[in-house]
């Protein structure tokens, strides 16, 4: 059974960066790519990026692109979603979630629990 | 991008009725098209895939149909734990959402 476990919940200032991490266990990591989603508060859901960690190279929607850095450790089977330059809009809960199948990046079977972010002064 | 749009924004149906979810694609997404349920406070849970496939467990009440541009997710006689959010997304290229469904209760 896969699993994808996310770090805790943040608090930061505006202008900062956070960098939430996703441990998944129970599968094959590296062959399935890992997607972040956020959903800010009562609103709906958003693809952020993904990345297929055997490749190593990340693709992002392009409302993030250049605030935004996906990576994947294979060695411990985590991935991490970095968002710079944080507002008050960026306050949400981020999930990481996995690809379905090997050959593309949606849809989502598997769902890590969410990670709130606050972005507070 | 393609942008998806969902209809109707909240449908109000009685348990044991039919709910019919709606959901249209800016330019053809072919068969790749997934709908997921989401419980406040929860993650969202795979519904169905490739348009019409239930994810593994989704009982057989759920179904889902269409093609190209238009697309349905049906829900045969509603049980209480069936009333959340649904959306669709399209994987044709970068999978993006509609902004969901809120199915309540009648």
């Known amino acids: 059974q896969v699993q994808l476990v996310q770090s805790g919940a943040e608090v930061k200032k505006p202008g900062s960066s956070v960098k939430v991490s996703c441990k998944a266990s129970?599968?094959?990591?590296?062959?399935?790519?890992i997607s972040w989603v956020r959903q800010a508060p009562g609103q709906g859901l958003e693809w952020m990026g993904g990345i297929i960690p055997i490749f190593g190279t990340a693709n992002y929607a392009q409302k993030f692109q250049g605030r935004v850095t996906i990576t994947a450790d294979e060695s411990t089977s985590t991935a991490y979603m970095e968002l710079s330059s944080l507002r008050s809009e960026d306050t949400a809960v981020y999930y990481c979630?996995?690809?379905?199948?090997?050959?593309?990046?949606?849809?989502?079977?598997?769902w890590g629990q969410g990670t709130l972010v606050t972005v507070s002064s | 991008e393609i942008v998806m749009t969902q209809s109707p924004a909240t449908l109000s149906v009685s348990p044991g009725e039919r709910a019919t979810l709606s959901c249209r694609a800016s330019?053809?997404?072919?068969?790749?098209l997934a709908w997921y349920q989401q419980k406040p406070g929860q993650a969202p849970r795979l519904l169905i895939y490739?348009?019409?496939t239930r994810a593994t467990g989704i009982p057989a009440r759920f179904s889902g149909s269409g093609s190209g541009t238009e697309f349905t997710l049906t829900i045969s006689s509603l049980q209480s734990e069936d009333f959340a959010v649904y959306y669709c997304?399209?994987?044709?290229?970068?999978?993006?959402f509609g902004q969901g469904t809120k199915l309540e209760i009648k």
């Open positions: 490739g348009a019409s």
């Open positions: 129970g599968g094959t990591f590296s062959s399935y790519a």
């Open positions: 330019q053809s997404v072919s068969s790749n």
């Open positions: 979630a996995r690809g379905l199948s090997r050959t593309t990046v949606g849809p989502f079977d598997y």
């Open positions: 997304q399209q994987y044709n290229n970068w999978p993006f």
